[in-house]
């Protein structure tokens, strides 16, 4: 692989988070300034919640152009920029930041990912009714842009655990600041979840159910929650087909997966560094195959 030149003048930009080693991100990044010839490089940083504030702190001293905020920095993120998008207030949570001039401001690029990848799966959703599984920070981002994007109904389906009450109040300043209608119900209703699924276009699990090492988990307890027309997606991507998605196909209902939605809030965020487009067919290529 052609190295990235290092210069007096190299720009930067960064990952924060914990953990932070499996990130394919430096490798979109940094293969995303080689095609553009930008001198900037792109470095994942492990930082612990007690760190944060020296973190960032650092990044301002240094110039740095921007950097993205993964798990746990998500919302603390949100609490230290000066300026903020409309996703980003209405999420509570900040993915991106551009500083200029030690004035920083935040953006959350991941509903905008997820919004993307179900456009370049091949599905039109604006206008149709929306249910999802969970109540995380993938969630929160995901209820916010559909809203935002034109998708006028959504249910959200979840455990009544931590995030919940988080994920509450997204709802309440989506019902309140745009034309969607957000209810929220409780898994162990059964009967909600299987008349939501029957109303809706497409079913997300926006939850970690299903992840690797935990395989078999899924939120659905069988196939007849399905129906021909429904299109199943899930955030995860690893691994590529989660239990749900399985159990989707085998009813015939079109599926993908969280892997471009990674994909397309690195390249927002590469564009609001830069002002170039993320030369997406070359990082999807090289790296999500």
Same mark, same amino acid.
């Given at each position: 692989?052609?190295?990235?030149?290092?210069?007096?003048?190299?720009?930067?930009?960064?990952?924060?988070?914990?953990?932070?080693?499996?990130?394919?991100? /430096?490798?979109?990044?940094?293969?995303?300034?080689?095609?553009?010839?930008?001198?900037?490089?792109?470095?994942?940083?492990?930082?612990?919640?007690?760190?944060?504030?020296?973190?960032?702190?650092?990044?301002?001293?240094?110039?740095?152009?921007?950097?993205?905020?993964?798990? /746990?920095?998500?919302?603390?993120?949100?609490?230290?920029?000066?300026?903020?998008?409309?996703?980003?207030?209405?999420?509570?949570?900040?993915?991106?930041?551009?500083?200029?001039?030690?004035?920083?401001?935040?953006?959350?690029?991941?509903?905008?990912?997820?919004?993307?990848?179900?456009?370049?799966?091949?599905?039109?959703?604006?206008?149709?009714?929306?249910?999802?599984?969970?109540?995380?920070?993938?969630?929160?981002?995901?209820?916010?842009?559909?809203?935002?994007?034109?998708?006028?109904?959504?249910?959200?389906?979840?455990?009544?655990?931590?995030?919940?009450?988080?994920?509450?109040?997204?709802?309440?300043?989506?019902?309140?600041?745009?034309?969607?209608?957000?209810?929220?119900?409780?898994?162990?209703?059964?009967?909600?979840?299987?008349?939501?699924?029957?109303?809706?276009?497409?079913?997300?699990?926006?939850?970690?159910?299903?992840?690797?090492?935990?395989?078999?988990?899924?939120?659905?307890?069988?196939?007849?929650?399905?129906? /021909?027309?429904?299109?199943?997606?899930?955030?995860?991507?690893?691994?590529?087909?989660?239990?749900?998605?399985?159990?989707?196909?085998?009813?015939?209902? /079109?599926?993908?997966?969280?892997?471009?939605?990674?994909?397309?809030?690195?390249?927002?965020?590469?564009?609001?560094?830069?002002?170039?487009?993320?030369?997406?067919?070359?990082?999807?290529?090289?790296?999500?195959?």
């Amino acid at each position: 692989m052609e190295t990235i030149p290092i210069t007096g003048h190299t720009g930067l930009t960064c990952l924060l988070g914990q953990p932070v080693a499996h990130s394919v991100s /430096p490798e979109m990044h940094n293969e995303s300034f080689r095609y553009h010839g930008l001198d900037y490089v792109y470095l994942a940083f492990d930082v612990a919640p007690e760190q944060f504030e020296a973190a960032v702190d650092g990044l301002i001293t240094f110039n740095a152009r921007g950097w993205n905020c993964t798990m /746990p920095h998500k919302r603390r993120m949100f609490e230290r920029v000066d300026k903020l998008s409309k996703e980003a207030e209405l999420i509570g949570a900040v993915n991106t930041v551009v500083q200029e001039n030690g004035v920083l401001t935040g953006f959350n690029t991941d509903g905008k990912g997820y919004m993307t990848a179900v456009t370049d799966a091949g599905f039109d959703i604006i206008g149709k009714k929306m249910t999802l599984l969970g109540t995380g920070g993938a969630a929160a981002s995901i209820i916010t842009q559909a809203a935002l994007d034109g998708v006028p109904k959504i249910d959200v389906i979840a455990r009544k655990g931590n995030s919940w009450n988080a994920v509450e109040q997204v709802i309440h300043r989506v019902n309140s600041r745009t034309d969607c209608k957000v209810c929220m119900y409780e898994l162990k209703d059964e009967v909600q979840m299987k008349k939501s699924i029957d109303e809706s276009a497409i079913l997300i699990n926006a939850s970690s159910v299903g992840m690797s090492p935990h395989e078999e988990g899924c939120l659905v307890p069988d196939v007849s929650y399905f129906h /021909p027309e429904l299109i199943v997606s899930d955030v995860i991507y690893q691994p590529r087909k989660t239990r749900l998605l399985q159990m989707a196909e085998s009813v015939g209902c /079109p599926t993908f997966n969280g892997m471009y939605m990674l994909l397309y809030q690195g390249a927002y965020a590469f564009e609001l560094w830069t002002g170039k487009p993320m030369p997406v067919e070359l990082v999807k290529n090289k790296y999500f195959k």
